[in-house]
Nanobody, 121 residues
Framework: QVQLVESGGDSVQAGGSLRLSCAAS???????RGWFRQAPGKEREWVAI???????TDYADSVKGRFTISQDNAKTLSLQMNSLKPDDTAIYYC????????????????WGRGTQVTVSS
């Protein structure tokens, strides 16, 4: 049984920073890991993915240059978020995929329960 648990969500002012973490437990082999988010009244969208042993990353245009995804070790994933904007307010989900890495929700096999990020203006 694979479990993903996010942490680090908080309420911050616009322009601030947060670092989210995702810890994996259980028998885990994930070639691709990523972060998604869901804002109130909106569909879940991808934020960033990391693959090829952490050597390759990709970001949604809305966060490029502000967010950094990293694989701290085999089972811990992070998302450093800088220059936060009110539009970044959402529940952030960690996800992992056994197969090839694509920024598509249906490609991911395992999901955490999410952590709330709130950015006020």
């Amino acid at each position: 049984q694979v479990q993903l648990v996010e942490s680090g969500g908080d309420s911050v002012q616009a322009g601030g920073s947060l670092r989210l973490s995702c810890a994996a437990s259980g028998d885990f082999y994930g070639r691709c890991r990523g972060w998604f988010r869901q804002a109130p009244g909106k569909e879940r969208e991808w934020v960033a993915i990391i693959y090829n042993g952490g050597l390759r990353t990709d970001y949604a245009d809305s966060v490029k240059g502000r967010f950094t995804i990293s694989q701290d070790n085999a089972k811990t994933l992070s998302l450093q978020m800088n220059s936060l904007k009110p539009d970044d307010t959402a529940i952030y989900y960690c996800a992992a995929a056994r197969g090839a890495c694509q920024p598509v929700e249906t490609r991911f096999d395992y999901w955490g329960r999410g952590t709330q990020v709130t950015v006020s203006s």
